[in-house]
Structures are given as C-alpha cells and as structure tokens.
C-alpha cells in the first residue's frame, strides 16, 4: 500500500458537490480513511489568449489516499471519475467540474507519455502547495519538478516552505465563535446558537476552514469563568456543530479555544478536532490530554492570562527573536511529552505578554517565524486587537479594515494561520489579492 497525495479542482457547476462526489468515488478505491486538507478558492491557472470566460476562480484541496495498485491504475480509475462526473475533455485548462491530478507517490518517479510523477506542475502552483503543505509540510519533492526555465532553485525546500514563499500563498482562515457574554470585540456577538450557526453557513467551504469556539473571555481585565460554566456556554454549539457536518467530507475542523483540561476533555469526546490553549501549554494534565486524542494542538504565548497589560516581554532583544527561542523550547517540550511537531501550531499570543508596540514588531517581523522553517505552522491572532489603537481611534468591533490590512501584509509574509472574526471579509479581500499577485 502506499501514500498517494492527489489534487482536486472544480470550477465549473456546483463546485461543493462535485468535490464531495469525486471524494465520495475515492475513499472507495482507499484503503484507509482518506486525509483532506481545507478547501482553497483560488484563480484560474489560464492559457496565453485563453477565452476571458474562462476565468472562474476554482475550489482546489489535496486527499492523501492510501492506494493498493500501480499508478497506472490510479490515473485510469481517476479519469473514470472525472468522465462520470460530467468531465469534457476539451481544451487544456478550460474550465471543469472536476480535474482529479496524480501529484505525488510516495517512493516513485515517473515519465510516461500519459503518467509523470511528481505532477510537474506543483512548484509553480500555489492552489496545489498550500494545501498539500498541510498534509505534508515535511515532504521534499524528488526533483527540479515544475520550476519555469529550468531552474534548480529549492531543490532541498520543504512543501511547507515552498508554499510560503509562493507569491499567491493564501493563509487558512481560523473564525472566532466566542460564545461568551463579555468578549472584548464582538460584545458577544455569537453568544446566541442561531447567530452562531448562521455565521458557521456563511463561513462554510473555503471561507473558514478552522472553527474556534470559545466560552471563556481573555480580554484584559476578564472575569473567571468557573470550567462548568465555560462548558455550558459552548457545549449548545459543539453538539449543533457536530450534527451539522455529520456525513459530510467537506466540513470545518472544530477548535476549542480552552485552557481546561476538563472542558477540553469533554470537547474531544465531542468531536473536537483541535484544542488552542492561550496558557501555553501551562496545565500538564491539558498536555496529557492532547497526546492522548491525537488531535491538533495550538499553544500560544501568554506570560498572564487573562492577558495584563503591565506584564510583557523584555525590552533587551527584539520580541520575535525571544518569541523564536521560546517556539523552540516549546517543541522540544511538547516533543517530550509525546506530542509530535506534526500536529502542533504555534501562536505568538498578540497582545498577550506584549506592549502594543512588541505585538507590532512581532507582526513586522513575521519572517523570523517561517524562516528558517520549524517544519511547524504559525498562527497570527492580531484580529480587532487593542495594539491597533496606537494608529485607529475604530472601537474594537469597528477594526476590521486594520486587521485586514494586517492580514494582507501577513499573507505577503507567508503566514500560514490567520484567527479573525471577520472571515467572509477575509476571503473575500484573499481571493482579489491571489488574482493580482
Ligand atoms: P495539468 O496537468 O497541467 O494540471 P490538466 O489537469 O488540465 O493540466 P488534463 O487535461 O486533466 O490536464 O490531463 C492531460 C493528461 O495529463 C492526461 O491525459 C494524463 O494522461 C496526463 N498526465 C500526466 N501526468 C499526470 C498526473 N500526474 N496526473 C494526472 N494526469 C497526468
Ligand atoms: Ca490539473
Ligand atoms: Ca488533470
């Protein structure tokens, strides 16, 4: 059996069923549970005087399929998919309900007049790295495959890597569903299930891959929350969430913004798919836990939570580099604790344990972060935060033109991770940028 990584493309029809009903032809021919990354809407890959109709952006995501056969079969079962699923074979690139391409077998290179491998197009293309980024970040493609020109740069980059520095890198979408009473931006905003559930319909597809429901206030001077508490605020939503997405393949992954190991416990039974802790890791029994359920772990920098605003960082060294150094401990940590880096996001916590203008600097100097790469995603969570008062007089539900201006400014960075509140905005202004870049 080997690993096959295998891009899907639709621009044309019902974009969102035609990917569940390739997904759905797949997972037949596997023989494990497939792996799907998010969806990704990105511009149309268009030929030199292609027809200006064609330029429909496409829902693209990547499968990690454990295949039993040789790729010559694989190309003829996909094709088989493609032509039941109303697939044309007409000009290249015109556009199509479905494109099912072959990008990468585990342990094998091919070039055969109807089969290469690795798919000579993924370094060129930002629609295939970013998401096989998230189901390979580690994978070094054999070869000087899909580089323009013959060139032999990036020969030893990871796909993570690659991803990054590709100009049209869109960065995932993390939704914030707080579901508290006092959070400091959206003055809980969500805090009903049917506003919340409506923001979720909105959010769906490529919009907002990641979900994160929180029932705990960590603004400055935020009240405790007792862990009961905090359950019965999110619990209405998780079990909604879970019936709402119940059967589906294109569905977000849910987060749990916590740093209870009680809540987290019960969120996981639930479904849970990811945990954001904003202590940092600080609860060993949160840490036991997340090894134990194998999910996704973000852990965030705070040196106080809730956050307060006389507790930051040293003036001595500039913020990202201590924030690099700390990145680091903090694998080697979770390493030790049976938490592999392969699912594990880091969070430099803006405007935790920051004055407003360390959160700032941090955000310029994105870089530090990324490069050289930790093999490991990075997450900015800079959304309506109180840092932009130093240049907006906007309240803190009125701030989303700077968060989005910052957003841009990380997309350019290469972030990986985006956590706001606004991500139909976010999405919409990501998907005009990749067609100007
Ligand atoms: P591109 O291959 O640049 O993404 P496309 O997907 O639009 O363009 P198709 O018309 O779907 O191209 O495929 C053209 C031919 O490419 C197919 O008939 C197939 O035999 C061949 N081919 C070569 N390598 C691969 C691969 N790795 N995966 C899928 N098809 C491949
Ligand atoms: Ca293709
Ligand atoms: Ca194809």
């Not at 990871?158 to 009473?181: C, D, F, W, Y």
């Not at 879970?242 to 294109?250: I, M, T, V």
Request: aromatic share 6%; glycine share 8%; with cysteine.
């Amino acid at each position: 059996v080997a690993t096959v990584y295998l891009g899907l493309g639709a621009n044309l029809g019902d974009r969102s069923a035609n990917l569940e009903a390739a997904l759905e032809r797949l997972a037949a021919l596997a023989r494990a549970e497939l792996r799907l990354s998010s969806v990704y809407e990105t511009p149309a890959l268009l030929p030199e005087g292609a027809p200006e109709s064609w330029n429909r952006p496409y829902w693209n995501l990547v499968a990690a399929l454990e295949f039993e056969g040789s790729p010559a079969e694989l190309l003829h079962a996909t094709q088989r998919i493609e032509a039941d699923l109303g697939r044309i074979r007409g000009e290249r690139w015109a556009p199509r309900p479905i494109d099912l391409d072959l990008l990468h077998w585990e342990g094998v290179t091919l070039a055969t007049p109807t089969l290469t491998l690795p798919h000579p197009g993924i370094r060129g293309r930002a629609f295939v790295l970013d998401p096989l980024a998230e189901l390979a970040p580690g994978l070094r493609l054999p070869g000087g495959s899909g580089m323009p020109d013959g060139q032999m740069a990036d020969e030893g980059a990871s796909v993570l890597e690659l991803a990054r520095r590709h100009p049209k890198h869109q960065p995932r979408l993390m939704g914030i569903l707080n579901v508290t009473p006092d959070s400091f931006s959206d003055g809980g905003k969500h805090a009903g299930l049917d506003a919340a559930l409506a923001a979720v319909d909105a959010w769906s597809g490529p919009v907002a891959p990641i979900l994160d429901v929180g029932g705990e206030s960590t603004r400055p001077g935020a009240g405790a929350v007792s862990p009961d508490e905090e359950w019965a605020r999110i619990r209405p939503l998780l079990e909604a969430l879970r019936a709402r997405f119940a059967g589906r393949r294109l569905r977000p992954r849910i987060s749990v913004d916590t740093r209870r190991a009680e809540v987290a416990a019960r969120a996981l039974a639930l479904g849970a798919d990811w945990i954001n802790d904003v202590s940092g890791g600080a609860d060993p029994a949160l840490l036991e836990l997340v090894r134990a359920a194998r999910c996704t772990y973000v852990v965030m920098h705070s040196l106080t939570v809730p956050a307060d605003p006389r507790a930051t960082l040293g003036r001595d060294h500039p913020p990202a580099a201590q924030l690099r150094r700390w990145f680091e401990a903090k694998l080697a940590e979770l390493d030790r604790a049976g938490i592999a880096r392969d699912r594990v996001v880091l969070d430099p916590g803006i405007g935790f344990g920051k004055t407003p203008f360390q959160s700032l600097e941090v955000l310029r100097d994105w870089e530090r972060f990324l490069a050289p790469s930790l093999g490991v995603p990075v997450l900015a969570g800079h959304s309506r935060k109180s840092f932009l008062k130093d240049f907006s007089s906007a309240p803190a539900p009125s701030r989303d033109p700077e968060t989005l201006g910052v957003s841009l400014a990380l997309a350019a960075k290469g972030a990986d991770l985006l956590r706001v509140h606004d991500p139909v905005l976010h999405h919409r202004a990501l998907l005009a940028w990749s067609h100007v870049r």
